[in-house]
């Protein structure tokens, strides 16, 4: 959680109007004469994320800074005020989020709105485990099936919140959520398309034709994966924070477990997932993708039959993605080398949806 770069060339924060702005609002983060620093957390795929650090008499406090990327239009995905807002109402109900710290929707101060939360000193779990736990063969398996379940449990803990006051009442329209997204994805992938993708195409109609009957809405995070979980690093089955809440709303609660199932990587998945960075899903002790549908039932009650086609969507919606942030990289509005790969990315996603679709199976 700590592992920060030099803020990448073209993505600067300008410290100077940060620190001018934060005196003006918050003058109790920055005493006198306190420097501000920001240094940038490199993966994500999303709103940019930065480590601001302010000096004290008594030490350095952190921070974490959060902005839309560059090139995007407007939209709730990069809404960063709502998401803000999403984490004050989230936070006195003891849901494992970030405090938020305060909000800036002036675009003239660092060149975008942002917020500030705060810095959660935890462990995300990527493409490998940690050092420690992967040198510990015999029990690793075993804290890793734990982790899973916790995994699951963090989910309907979220699916169960309280939903019937503002601001959460408002944040959504939950009739008709699959259906809307379904055809709003689908809207997004012809505006980002820069190739034919076949695959593509006939999942997005499939799923036009298919949309089951929907489920009682609940608050949904629409991006719940383990990079995006923050860990206890003395106990990895506890979750300390839930990052990312850009996409949040009100809707389907299968919707929300067919994403987590499309970044849930197995170990016999196509090579070409783990360049996502979520391959520790594969490791020996890790739940199926099956074996998490069957605990998210026994856990939350609900109706899992029609998983396929959630697995489906969630698959389909991770292409649109990466095709987006492709799409921003071939236009030169991204520097960022990563985002160069996904082309094959969004291959490799239209398949496995196509695959799912054919055999009607997890």
């Keep these: 959680m700590n592992d920060t770069i ?60 959060r902005r839309p990327p560059y090139g995007v239009k407007p939209g709730i995905a990069h809404d960063v005020g709502r998401e803000h807002d999403i984490l004050a109402a989230l936070y006195p109900l003891g849901v494992p989020v970030p405090q938020p710290i305060t909000r800036c929707d002036d675009v003239a101060v660092i060149g975008a709105p942002f917020y500030l939360m705060e810095h959660v000193n935890g462990l995300i779990l990527r493409g490998k485990p940690p050092v420690e736990l992967a040198a510990n063969v015999e029990e690793m398996p075993v804290i890793l099936a734990a982790l899973s379940r916790t995994f699951v449990s963090t989910l309907v803990q979220l699916h169960s919140v309280d939903i019937s006051r503002p601001p959460l009442s408002s944040l959504g329209k939950p009739d008709g959520y699959a259906r809307r997204q379904v055809a709003g994805w689908t809207r997004r992938w012809h505006a980002a398309r820069t190739q034919e993708v076949p695959d593509i195409t006939m999942v997005a109609q499939w799923l036009d034709a298919h949309c089951p009957p929907e489920h009682a809405a609940c608050l949904v995070h629409n991006d719940y994966k383990f990079d995006n979980l923050v860990l206890d690093q003395n106990d990895l089955t506890r979750v300390l924070a839930i990052l990312d809440w850009e996409m949040a709303t009100i809707g389907d609660p299968m919707m929300d477990l067919g994403t987590s199932l499309a970044y849930w990587v197995e170990a016999g998945d196509d090579p070409v997932f783990r360049s996502l960075g979520l391959g520790v899903t594969a490791l020996p002790g890790m739940a199926t993708r099956a074996e998490l549908v069957h605990a998210y039932a026994a856990a939350s009650g609900r109706d899992v039959s029609d998983a396929p086609f959630y697995y489906a969507f969630g698959l389909f919606k991770v292409a649109v993605i990466a095709q987006q942030i492709f799409a921003r990289f071939e236009q030169g509005l991204t520097r960022d080398v990563r985002f160069g790969a996904l082309g094959n990315v969004v291959q490799a996603l239209g398949n496995a949806a196509a695959t799912v679709i054919d055999r009607g199976s997890i």
């Design 6 to 65: 030099a803020v990448r060339d073209g993505e600067q924060v300008d410290t100077i109007a940060l620190r001018r702005w934060l005196a003006l609002v918050r003058p109790d983060l920055v005493p006198a004469g306190g420097a501000v620093l920001v240094t940038q957390f490199p993966s994500g795929f999303s709103n940019l994320t930065y480590l601001v650090r302010i000096e004290h008499e008594d030490g350095v406090r952190s921070y974490v800074l």
